[in-house]
């Protein structure tokens, strides 16, 4: 789980205006950021099979946020992709 700070962080960075928490480009940044958590958490607990569910659903859910963001708006689809380092 992210902290409250890093959060808050992820949400200053990547919101579009002061107090945006909502956008599809947060909430991207936080799921790639949770995922990324995970991924550290697995490479200590491999034979942690029930949390790797979560894991899947967080991956599926950040799948559909981008799909999304990429038929509302090509541009800042790129931006956030290239800024967060993802292989689309």
Not at 11 to 30: C, F, H, N, P
């Amino acid at each position: 789980m992210l902290t409250k700070e890093e959060k808050t962080a992820i949400m200053k960075e990547y919101g579009r205006k002061e107090g945006d928490t909502g956008s599809a480009e947060v909430q991207i940044a936080l799921l790639t950021a949770d995922i990324n958590k995970l991924n550290d958490h697995f490479k200590a607990h491999p034979k942690d099979h029930h949390g790797n569910r979560g894991l899947l659903k967080k991956i599926g859910r950040r799948r559909d946020m981008l799909r999304y963001l990429k038929n509302e708006d090509l541009d800042r689809y790129t931006a956030l992709v290239d800024k967060l380092g993802l292989r689309r």
